[in-house]
């Protein structure tokens, strides 16, 4: 019998690579075409659930595809600080842009640096270099941003690129700052749709949860024609198949039909439960090779226990119960995995508390406890009056919760208790 492989193929996790990154060519060949523009006009949003796949499609597809195409990719996450204020996010910028453009040098001979000398002295473009520069400039923050990148854009056409990529996970917390008076997001977008209008070939591709079209959007209303939405989420049924079955090709371990049949229902071909339920399942039949009488099929209830423990549990474990019961009603909406409406749940509520004997609750009562589950990350406001549950499976998850429980077969433990 052939050994079966050590090393579990499978990767559930944040931003880690699959063994093989199924599907998702509509989404490639839109962002390739994006890349042919010969004007920038669009610019890339991608967006979907925790663990639909947008770090390692961005990471592991977008990124080698635009450094093959000649552009310089430019990339991190975005956090909460690059949005304090107007400056900060120059600084993000600026940090991420000069470890490109450190290597390249600027001298005093240069007109747009405004020197009169005639000792010839030469600078790398590096980030204090860059930061000087853009604190020099005359005008609003927005403008100094401006005439920075259209500084180093003159320097960055000399070494033949296609254009610069600013690509940015982690987008969603983008924000302006009313109270402070301090708009870096609307000057991010306004930077970007300026400088592109007058032919540099700077773009944005910033990634995130279902929240950061709407905030973009909320900003500057013309954030809806710069950028092209991909919204990611299941994959399609042959390549969640090929996602279950390529990593196990020469592995003398593999999944039956019936196997990859119960993975695809049970994951419903969400990426991160299907490496999860993958990785167990793996496990699971080489723990059994050896054994004379294998198993051939998957304990499926047992992955799904695993699963709610391993992911689940930690969320619901912090809710109250009021919240539990109205995360049920939201549960048992027919579209439940897509965006519904207060009405929807108040309707929705009112026939569930009936039929499973819960407290009612009034449209207020919603109202009020629908902000609290947003800021326990359970529900995310997508646009004005529409919610979405945060996290895929999410719903069956409850719904187990609130099921009654099959009679239980009495334990060895209730057997000597009883004694
Ligand atoms: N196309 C795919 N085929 C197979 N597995 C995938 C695919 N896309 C993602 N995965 C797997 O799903 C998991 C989640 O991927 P990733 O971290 O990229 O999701 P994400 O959308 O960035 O999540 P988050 O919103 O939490 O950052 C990883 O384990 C990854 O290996
Ligand atoms: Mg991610």
Known sequence: ??????????????????PHLAGRDAEKEAFQKLLHQHEIIQNVVLTGLRGVGKTVLME??????????????????????????????CQRLFTDLSLFTST????????????????????????????????????????????TLE???????????KGVLFAYDEAQVVQDRKDKDQYPLAMLLETFQSIQRKGMRYMLLLSG????????????????????????????????????????AGNPIQFSNESVEAIVKVSSSYPYFIQFICREAYDFFKSHYDLEQAPRAIPMDTLIRKLDADFFAGRWSKVPDRQRELLFCIACLENEEEEFSVN????????????????PFKAGDVNAMLPKLIDAGLLYKVRHGKYLLAVPLFGAFIRRQFESPKKQQPSLFDFLKER
């Open 1 to 18: 019998m052939p050994k079966a492989k050590a090393v579990n193929p499978f990767k559930p996790g944040a931003g880690h690579v699959p």
């Open 60 to 89: 592991g597809v977008y990124k080698p595809l635009a450094i093959n195409e000649g552009w310089i990719w430019i990339g991190s996450d975005f956090s909460e600080a690059a949005f304090v204020d107007e400056k900060a996010v």
């Open 104 to 147: 390249l040098t600027v001298s005093s001979s240069e007109p747009s640096l405004g020197f009169r000398t005639t000792r010839l002295q030469k600078w790398p473009l590096e980030y204090p270099f860059l930061m000087e520069f853009c604190d020099s400039q005359a005008g609003l923050q927005s403008d100094k941003l401006k005439a």
């Open 151 to 161: 500084f180093v854009w003159k320097q960055l056409e000399k070494t033949g690129k």
């Open 209 to 248: 949860l279902p929240t950061l079209f709407p905030k973009l959007v909320e900003s500057r209303t013309y954030a809806e024609r710069m950028f092209k939405v991909q919204e990611i989420g299941k994959l399609q049924l042959a390549a969640c198949k090929d996602a279950i079955s390529k990593p196990l």
């Open 344 to 359: 929807q749940v108040v309707d929705i509520a009112q026939k569930v508390a009936k039929k499973h004997d819960l407290k």
